[in-house]
């Protein structure tokens, strides 16, 4: 059965600090996709990233940048230097080969103070 | 810009009202479309798979005659709560993709809140 776990429910940060965001998921699939979405307070949700199972390179877009490791299960997000507009729910996601839902984590609340 | 869009963003009835919830992909035809549903502080769970042409796919636990899917184009689904109650009030949202190895784009949601 597939799983995503985010332990981190809540998370404040200083502006201009890192924050890492951590996401560890489950699956029995050797094909897989993680994803990460941000849910700021009007609601919508934004597409982040998609990873595929089979490409452990890490990824750096601007300020965010994201971490892989299959030998961990785990899939963490990091925000560098922090912005008031970096407030907002994350979710990390998993979709596994064949199908094409998403099983979402909890969530991690960031709150980024001015 | 938006891909996926939702109507209506809010909506507040009366217990008893059946509410329509319409989902459209922009600018591209999706086959399949997604229904969430959100709890407030809580994760979004998968409702159902909306399939064009066809039946929807319910996730077990959710009741296919009180949240009826119709899937009659490849740009357009709806969800409607039929008879909504109070602990119907949710945040419920749609995804959408080109196909199924491209990632989903939702709508901006639909807040319910049944009095």
């Known amino acids: 059965a597939q799983k995503v776990t985010q332990a981190q429910t809540e998370i404040s940060v200083v502006e201009k600090e890192d924050v890492t965001l951590d996401c560890v998921y489950e699956?029995?699939?050797?094909?897989?996709?993680l994803f990460w979405y941000k849910q700021p307070p009007s609601g919508e949700l934004v597409f982040l990233i998609r990873?595929?199972?089979?490409?452990?390179q890490n990824e750096i877009s601007g300020r965010y940048s994201w971490n892989f490791q299959k030998s961990t299960s785990s899939f963490n997000f990091t925000i560098t230097a922090s912005q008031v507009v970096d407030s907002a729910v994350y979710f990390c996601?998993?979709?596994?080969?064949?199908?094409?839902?998403?099983?979402f984590g909890t969530g991690t609340r960031l709150t980024v103070i001015p | 810009g938006a891909v996926v869009s939702q109507h209506p963003s809010w909506v507040i009835c009366k217990s008893g009202t059946s509410v329509k919830i319409e989902c459209r992909s922009l600018?591209?035809?999706?086959?399949?479309m997604f229904w969430y549903r959100q709890f407030p502080k809580q994760s979004l769970m998968l409702m159902a798979t909306?399939?064009?042409?066809?039946?929807?796919?319910?996730e077990q636990g959710v009741e296919k005659d009180k949240f009826l899917i119709n899937h009659a184009s490849l740009t357009l689904s709806t969800l409607t709560v039929t008879s909504a109650h109070p602990e119907d009030s949710s945040f419920y949202i749609c995804?959408?993709?080109?196909?199924?190895?491209?990632?989903?784009?939702f709508g901006d949601g639909t807040r319910l809140s049944i009095l």
């Open positions: 600018d591209f035809q999706a086959t399949t």
């Open positions: 995804s959408a993709n080109r196909d199924r190895y491209q990632p989903q784009h």
């Open positions: 909306s399939n064009e042409g066809s039946k929807a796919t319910y």
């Open positions: 990873r595929n199972s089979f490409d452990e």
């Open positions: 996601a998993l979709s596994e080969e064949g199908a094409n839902n998403l099983f």
């Open positions: 699956t029995r699939d050797t094909t897989y996709y």
